[in-house]
């Protein structure tokens, strides 16, 4: 059954740069594009940021320029930075893609669990 | 950014009743939207996409409609696995937005 793994640091202190990676395991597909929301405690779900299939790469503007997105795609596998983080950033992110050619989220990885705390 | 308002917040209902959330938009999204179920610490799954397409394996019990800027996601007879929050998504403007959620609980 193909799945979303993904892994990073869990805990960072204010400023340091949250690092997260995500990987398809159990099958292989061609995705339109890949993406990363998260959700930070007692609050909705925030779209963070898509990468296309041909690396068109758009973010929300909220991040303000702190986030960057990329996809390797000779491992198969996408990631986020996200700098100069702050307790708002604390939150469970999630990566996210469709299985195929088409505009909607029908994979999703488990989640990870980020904490930013002195 | 398009607004999604979710409601109710929480709805808590009897095993076999019809429940009903509803999702509105700030303007409109043709049919842009989709739905998710999320249990804790689970991974969200896709129930529904373009407002009434019931994804891949989903059970019958759950169906979507509505467009523009009015939506519902309505599971006909509520059942023990059921319990989640759900939540509506459109994907037709960046960023893309999500509703708050609706916490089902069973009576």
């Known amino acids: 059954q193909v799945q979303l793994q993904q892994w990073g640091a869990g805990l960072l202190k204010p400023s340091e740069t949250l690092s997260l990676t995500c990987a398809v395991s159990?099958?292989?597909?061609?995705?339109?594009?890949w993406s990363w929301i998260r959700q930070p405690p007692g609050k909705e779900l925030e779209w963070i940021a898509e990468v296309d299939h041909s690396g068109t790469i758009i973010y929300n503007p909220s991040l303000k320029s702190r986030a960057t997105i990329s996809l390797d795609t000779s491992n198969n596998h996408f990631s986020l930075k996200l700098t100069s983080v702050t307790a708002a950033d604390t939150a469970v992110y999630f990566c996210?893609?469709?299985?195929?050619?088409?505009?909607?989220?029908?994979?999703w990885g488990q989640g990870t669990l980020v904490t930013v705390s002195s | 950014d398009i607004q999604m308002t979710q409601s109710p917040s929480t709805l808590s209902a009897s095993v076999g009743d019809r429940v009903t959330i509803t999702c509105r938009a700030s303007?409109?999204?043709?049919?842009?939207l989709a739905w998710f179920q999320h249990k804790s610490g689970k991974a969200p799954k896709l129930l529904i996409y373009k407002a009434s397409n019931l994804d891949s394996g989903v059970p019958s019990r759950f169906s979507g409609s509505g467009s523009g800027t009015e939506f519902t996601l309505t599971i006909s007879s509520l059942q023990p696995d059921d319990v989640a929050t759900y939540y509506c998504?459109?994907?037709?403007?960046?960023?893309?937005?999500f509703g708050r959620g609706t916490k089902v609980e069973i009576k």
């Open positions: 998504q459109q994907y037709d403007l960046y960023p893309r937005t």
């Open positions: 159990g099958g292989s597909f061609s995705s339109y594009y």
């Open positions: 303007q409109t999204i043709y049919s842009w």
């Open positions: 996210a893609t469709p299985k195929g050619f088409y505009p909607y989220l029908d994979l």
